[in-house]
């Protein structure tokens, strides 16, 4: 049973454009919530997190948005950049701060 | 560069054969979490360690086995190897008072 589902497996963007990276869960248990960005070869890196007990965080051109009641979440990049194609996990914390990840969605970011 | 080192980078052996994967966390960390990515899934957590007691375990198979010693570094044992053990294999590390885990660059493990 996947509780983090991420359901497109890649999304292509124009540079300067907005990238919307979708996750939904299924768990009411999950409590923080967090995106993650991979490059081959690389382990994943840590880029923004959000409480469940808000619905928005923002670092830079990164805002995360959840949406408690659809079990939703989303990042939202912009202006988009040549440099965020990669593979972005959506990952949720629960007992003991283990975390369940999506299986991710590969970024494109097109000159 | 995260602080968390793995080693080592690629690991190739075959079946039946026992391997283990070494794990430094950053420095003042004392959780220390191992995940297992596929192909085509997502990591899947398999056990934690806080400060040398196992915390929390996961999807991990009775022929894998982890501990944390005195100096807070992990390894993850895998014994009996079959083919479908071939991943990656992710150490995390966890600061205190923080959900963010911060991970290695991975162990990259070919079972032939």
């Known amino acids: 049973d996947q509780q983090v589902k991420q359901n497109s497996p890649s999304l292509s963007v124009q540079e300067g454009r907005i990238s919307i990276l979708n996750c939904d869960y299924t768990n009411s248990m999950f409590d923080y919530f967090l995106w993650y960005k991979k490059y081959p070869a690389e382990g994943p890196t840590f880029l923004i997190s959000i409480s469940s007990i808000k619905d928005k965080n923002e670092d830079g051109r990164f805002t995360v948005f959840l949406n408690k009641s659809a079990k939703h979440l989303s990042l939202h990049i912009v202006p988009s950049q040549p440099g965020d194609s990669a593979v972005y996990f959506c990952a949720a914390s629960g007992a003991n701060s283990k975390l369940t990840f999506g299986k991710g969605i590969t970024l494109s970011v097109r000159p | 560069d995260s602080g968390v080192t793995q080693t080592p980078k690629h690991l190739i052996t075959a079946t039946g054969q026992r391997v283990t994967l070494r794990c430094s966390p950053r420095?003042?960390?004392?959780?220390v979490y191992w995940y297992q990515q596929s192909l085509d899934q997502g990591l899947q957590f398999l056990i934690q360690?806080?400060?040398?007691?196992?915390?929390a375990k996961g999807n991990i198979l009775e022929r894998f086995s982890a501990q944390q010693f005195p100096d807070l570094h992990s390894e993850l044992n895998l014994s009996s190897l079959e083919l479908g053990d071939s991943a990656l294999y992710f150490c995390?590390?966890?600061?205190?008072?923080?959900?963010?885990?911060?991970f290695g660059p991975g162990t990259r493990l070919t079972v032939t």
């Open positions: 995390a590390s966890r600061p205190a008072g923080s959900y963010e885990q911060y």
């Open positions: 420095s003042g960390d004392l959780s």
């Open positions: 360690y806080y400060n040398g007691e196992e915390r």
